[in-house]
């Protein structure tokens, strides 16, 4: 585990996949209570609720339970692992949990919370820590703001120990406390900064009996763009959570995000892709689909960027709007070709180009046997795409 | 007067001699940018061909900028080398001329990297850093002009509107939106799309503000943070010049990342129709499509007596 190897002190626990192997964690960890949680990629884990995927039966209310004996850790590891767990920040979906930790109890005098991320505002590494731990820090931020403490790091000088102490008497921490969490967010800046964090929020932190500072629960984000100079990440994704066709449009260097509509829709720019799902809806569509071909998209790529969006068996039609800069409209127009003959394309598809070479885009468009609608500006196409599958239903 | 970046700014390349580089640099030439060379280390002493002429490479920024005194430089090095080569710009234009304008087009530098490198760059302050992760800035002139960046350059023209977007090919929809009106435009700058950049909205509202040639200004935001918020209520107080809005995202899911780095709801903040209601409060003519960007411009210009 990342903060164990970063030396933050943390409680005795075990990894596990099956029933047979949380007994087993039980037996192994020799503390009569222990904490049962399932491991997802998302928080407010202790408030969501089980459901059996299929049906959407409530299993159990909460994804983290403290066991009190070998027959409860049974129960609770057989109610989560395999079922749906849908949190505040899961979104209705849910996520099905396929990994469970077997943590050792300790002796708790007070949860605290306590997070570091990269803060917009300030454009630098924040740290906020709360003596309000548990499970509600969004509440927290959103009603009593003023119990939330922040330090902001200057990049460039590093954690200083002055701020180290002022957010720890902040919390009401002095002697042992004081200095075992000064010690602690060496280490978390540290890792931080060298494992590219995007953001690490330790909740609870808890102050033992004895005065220490030990991370009860942990949650790690990771900076995309620094993959590249972490090989170790591989290891760390669970990619059943992920959707296969958002991990493959990544791997042909397109940004695709699934959404619940009929409408896909194939842009060129982050910003010209969300404005195009934007005007779709404004029109009365839905779309199904955010994808970005990027600045230099060839005509391979356009192919793959079809075939992700056809996957979707809700799309009913498709809307391409290109606004060509470096990219020219023309080999737009033969890329939408060839994957509109290579995937046998049957719902209606909409094309607007603009910029770069527009009108030989547009002629070669025409002259295609497809069945292809051009149109001049965005709302145009959305009115058309809009309507084109509206005359299907 | 444009902002910034003056019609005739003399421009060096970082990372000219690759393939990015060196396409770009000749479309910028191409465009009529005063291009003065560029800087790529270990490649210095060679030259480069762009439309048909010799440019000088030199090693560092402090070689290319004390040869040739140039006001600014644009950054096409990879993700792994761009911060650096951020800061070694800043730390150039800051020892020998007091000032300079960066443009970083990269996309994908690592967040970390970006803190520390904007962290440097604050502190010199006479050094303008514009991106990453961005089209670039363009002054159109009457014929040529400064083109730095990706942006297409025959889709603008010179004018009195000014441009500031957090995206690339929304603010070439803008730019075609104003020419749809018959209106041209002072400057275009994109601020970028990625959690920590170098100039901000406000930053750009404020130039335009005071610049002349500026007479109206379009402002694109996206979804994630609250620049645009903190931008529309600093425009409420200090600017009087119209300003036409549009946010991106609308329909973007919570939680999930939209493209750009930085374009992701959180924590349930940073939501469009957030966006949308502080432009509105701060007395901001919002279109709710791009593509009538230029309907409500001209209603902005002539509400303000300006046609």
Redesign the interface.
């Known amino acids: 585990m990342l903060l164990r190897d970063a030396g933050v002190p943390v409680l005795e626990g075990v990894h596990c996949t099956t029933v047979d192997e949380a007994l087993n964690a039980y037996d192994a960890l020799g503390s009569k209570v222990v904490a049962v949680k399932s491991q997802i990629h998302a928080g407010g884990r202790g408030k969501g609720t089980m459901y059996t995927p299929g049906t959407k039966d409530v299993v159990m209310e909460g994804g983290v339970k403290i066991a009190f004996s070998k027959d409860e850790v049974k129960t609770y590891a057989s109610n989560i692992l395999g079922n749906l767990l849908v949190t505040i920040?899961t979104?209705g979906e849910g996520k099905i949990v396929n990994n469970l930790y077997i943590e050792a109890g300790c002796d708790i005098a007070h949860e605290y919370y306590l997070a570091l991320l990269?803060d917009?505002?300030t454009?630098?590494?924040l740290i906020m820590a709360s003596t309000e731990g548990g499970m509600d820090i969004?509440e927290v931020?959103e009603h009593t703001p003023e119990l939330i403490h922040k330090v902001v790091v200057?990049?460039?000088i590093g954690l200083l120990g002055f701020q180290k102490r002022d957010l720890g008497m902040a919390l009401g921490l002095s002697g042992a406390s004081l200095k075992s969490f000064g010690k602690m967010l060496s280490s978390m800046y540290t890792m931080f900064?060298a494992e590219?964090c995007?953001m690490v929020e330790i909740n609870p932190l808890v102050r033992t009996g004895a005065d220490e500072m030990v991370a009860l629960d942990a949650k790690v984000s990771f900076?995309?763009?620094?993959e590249?100079?972490h090989k170790n990440w591989d290891d760390l994704r669970d990619l059943s959570e992920e959707e296969d066709t958002e991990i493959r449009a990544k791997e042909t260097g397109l940004?695709y995000?699934k959404?619940d509509g009929n409408i896909g829709c194939l842009?060129?720019?982050?910003?010209?892709?969300?404005?195009t799902?934007?005007?779709?809806?404004?029109y009365g569509g839905e779309?199904a689909n955010?994808l970005?071909v990027g600045?230099g998209a060839n005509e391979e790529q356009v192919k793959t960027a079809f075939s992700i969006i056809l996957e979707d068996q809700n799309v009913k039609g498709i809307l391409v709007n290109i606004?060509?800069?470096?990219m020219r409209c023309d080999i737009i127009a033969r890329g939408v070709i060839a994957a509109t003959e290579a995937l046998s394309l049957e719902v209606p598809l909409v094309v607007r180009l603009?910029?770069?070479n527009v009108d030989e885009g547009k002629a070669i468009l025409a002259s295609s046997t497809l069945n292809i609608h051009p149109a001049d500006?965005?709302?145009?196409g959305?009115q058309k795409i809009v309507a084109l599958i509206g005359g299907e239903q | 007067m444009a902002i910034w970046i003056e019609e005739d700014a003399k421009v060096l390349v970082q990372g000219i001699t690759g393939k990015q580089g060196m396409f770009h640099a000749d479309k910028m030439v191409e465009y009529g940018t005063q291009i003065v060379g560029g800087c790529t280390p270990g490649k210095g002493g060679q030259t480069v061909e762009l439309q048909g002429k010799q440019f000088p490479v030199w090693h560092s920024m402090t070689e290319a900028i004390t040869a040739t005194d140039a006001d600014a430089t644009v950054i096409y090095v990879p993700p792994p080398f761009a911060a650096e080569a951020i800061m070694e710009a800043a730390d150039a234009f800051d020892s020998l001329k007091g000032e300079g304008v960066i443009v970083c087009i990269t996309e994908g530098i690592p967040t970390l990297d970006m803190v520390k490198a904007v962290a440097y760059v604050d502190n010199r302050p006479g050094v303008r850093l514009i991106g990453p992760n961005c089209p670039g800035i363009i002054t159109p002139g009457a014929s040529g002009g400064a083109k730095i960046g990706i942006m297409p350059g025959h889709i603008h023209a010179k004018g009195r509107i000014g441009i500031v977007s957090k995206s690339g090919t929304l603010t070439y929809e803008a730019v075609a939106q104003t020419m749809s009106i018959d209106e041209g435009q002072s400057t275009c700058v994109g601020i970028g799309g990625d959690p920590v950049n170098g100039t901000g909205f406000i930053e750009c509202l404020a130039a335009f503000e005071h610049d002349s040639q500026t007479e109206a200004i379009i402002m694109i935001g996206e979804i994630g943070g609250n620049a645009e918020q903190e931008a529309a209520a600093w425009a409420a107080d200090n600017v009087t010049k119209p300003i036409v809005g549009f946010v991106a995202g609308a329909t973007a899911p919570p939680g999930k990342r939209m493209g750009h780095a930085g374009a992701i709801i959180s924590g349930g903040k940073g939501t469009a129709e957030e966006k949308f209601a502080a432009f509105r409060a701060a007395g901001i003519a919002c279109a709710m499509d791009p593509s009538e960007l230029g309907k409500v411009l001209l209603e902005s210009l002539k509400t303000a007596g300006l046609r």
């Open positions: 920040q979104g990269v917009r505002d454009k630098s590494v969004e931020a200057d990049a460039n900064c590219d995007a900076d995309e763009n620094a590249f100079r940004s995000v959404l842009v060129n720019g982050a910003g010209l892709a969300m404005a799902m934007d005007v779709i809806k404004l779309p955010f970005d600045g606004f060509g800069g470096i603009a910029g770069t500006d965005l709302a145009e959305a």
